[in-house]
């Protein structure tokens, strides 16, 4: 089992950037994929990215490919989303996911942090 808290959130203009970290607890965080997911108030949870264990593979959704950057740091047992070029529609709360799997963090995501809040003014 692992407990994930996300950190990093805040206020930024449209164009900005910001990075969010998601630490999570245990001592087997390296054999979890991750993946960071966001939600407006009155939609779905969206898939933003996805990583693998070692970092080797990257998994992005096409709304952030090229501006978002997902990457991990097994030996802090820390998990990041660098989001440059930050557009309005980018506002949501971001959350980060455990799995064993990329496919399972992709499309179900066994463990939840608790979200933090991104947004994003003109």
């Known amino acids: 089992q692992v407990q994930l808290v996300e950190s990093g959130g805040g206020l930024v203009q449209a164009g900005g950037s910001l990075r969010l970290s998601c630490a999570a607890s245990?001592?087997?965080?390296?054999?979890?994929?991750m993946g960071w997911f966001r939600q407006v108030p009155g939609k779905e949870r969206e898939f933003v990215a996805a990583?693998?264990?070692?970092?080797?593979?990257?998994y992005y959704a096409d709304s952030v490919k090229g501006r978002f950057t997902i990457s991990r740091d097994n030996a802090k047992n820390t998990v990041y989303l660098q989001m440059n070029s930050l557009k309005l529609e980018d506002a949501a709360v971001y959350y980060c996911?455990?799995?064993?799997?990329?496919?399972?963090?992709?499309?179900?995501?066994?463990?939840w942090g608790q979200g933090t809040q991104v947004t994003v003014s003109s």
């Open positions: 990583i693998n264990w070692n970092g080797g593979s990257t």
């Open positions: 996911a455990a799995s064993h799997t990329v496919v399972a963090v992709r499309y179900r995501g066994d463990y």
């Open positions: 245990g001592r087997t965080f390296s054999s979890y994929a």
